[in-house]
């Protein structure tokens, strides 16, 4: 009949065992002590053998009584960890969170918003894939990775996407060029410049995005090199090889051989955006999502 035994029979054993006093086991528990006395008695007659040795004067374990208790208090100690993991992990305070983010990113907002996870959250495990933002979404869509991080993502009838960091495109020139000594820029004395830009495969929006800019001006640029990295762009435009489009971020990286211009009379602006597939409901994607979205309006 063991496998009668219930987790109340071994709360109120314990509860008997650790106090050697039936009276304070039942104030403890927060029931009366007949209930209390039968269940113990219930408890033995299950397993068979005395746990107690009851006088008018004293309690006290048998032996099979203190063999019970030691695994009855480890059993009682292992269910409340799981239960306490259990809610944890309903409240996404635990697990591992798998999450892609394109380079730029850590130039603007990103890492704010992973240090508050990291510190809300320090038990998940948190999994970080650096990519373009068409690999980003390919990964998302696949199920290999739980949420991501884009800049101008493509359109996706997976998705849910929300922008948490907008910034202005600025031109990217060598410090030898004849218009570096500028505070602006207008985008129309671009026009005969070759191009030094990252490639389409990157993302179709983030790619087309600068250059449709280019087009309301009446030209779409060569592009003469292509780069993956914008640390690489960067130099490659240092050394002559061309000029640029790029999001305002970039400044931080950018070396003396090259001068970071605004753009006159330009509004449209490049976004970072979280992303997450529709119908999502886990909570610790959804914790994510809260820190990225506070990060971005804090």
């Excluded at 320090?122 to 979404?137: A, G, I, M, N, W």
């Excluded at 993302?203 to 030209?219: D, S, V, W």
């Excluded at 490659?236 to 489009?245: D, H």
Aim: hydrophobic share 40%; with cysteine.
């Amino acid at each position: 009949m063991d496998q009668d035994i219930e987790l109340r029979h071994l709360r109120y054993f314990v509860a008997v065992a650790e106090e050697l006093h039936f009276g304070r086991a039942a104030e403890r528990l927060h029931v009366s002590q007949p209930p209390l006395s039968q269940q113990i008695m219930k408890l033995e007659e299950m397993l068979g053998y005395p746990l107690f040795v009851r006088t008018s004067r004293s309690v006290s374990l048998t032996a099979a009584g203190e063999a019970f208790l030691e695994r009855a208090q480890r059993t009682l100690r292992i269910m409340q960890r799981d239960i306490d993991e259990t809610r944890s992990i309903g409240r996404g305070e635990v697990g591992s969170l798998h999450l892609g983010f394109i380079g730029s990113g850590m130039l603007t907002t990103l890492p704010r918003i992973f240090r508050a996870y990291g510190e809300a959250y320090p038990k998940v495990s948190l999994h970080l894939y650096e990519s373009f933002t068409s690999r980003v979404v390919e990964g998302m869509e696949n199920g290999t990775l739980d949420a991501g991080v884009l800049r101008d993502g493509d359109p996706s009838d997976k998705l849910e996407v929300t922008t948490i960091y907008s910034e202005p495109f600025m031109a990217v020139l060598p410090a030898t060029h004849g218009r570096a000594g500028q505070k602006t820029i207008s985008l129309g004395s671009l026009r005969d410049e070759p191009f030094v830009y990252y490639p389409r495969s990157a993302g179709l929006r983030a790619f087309e995005k600068p250059l449709a800019l280019c087009e309301e001006y009446g030209f779409r640029p060569q592009i003469v090199q292509e780069a993956s990295h914008w640390l690489t762009i960067l130099r490659l435009i240092g050394a002559g090889m061309g000029v640029s489009l790029a999001p305002a971020c970039v400044r931080q990286i950018a070396s003396p051989d090259v001068v970071c211009l605004p753009l006159r009379d330009v509004t449209l602006k490049s976004h970072i955006e979280l992303a997450c597939l529709k119908g999502e409901t886990r909570p610790i994607v959804a914790q994510f999502r809260n820190i990225a979205l506070g990060a971005a309006t804090g």
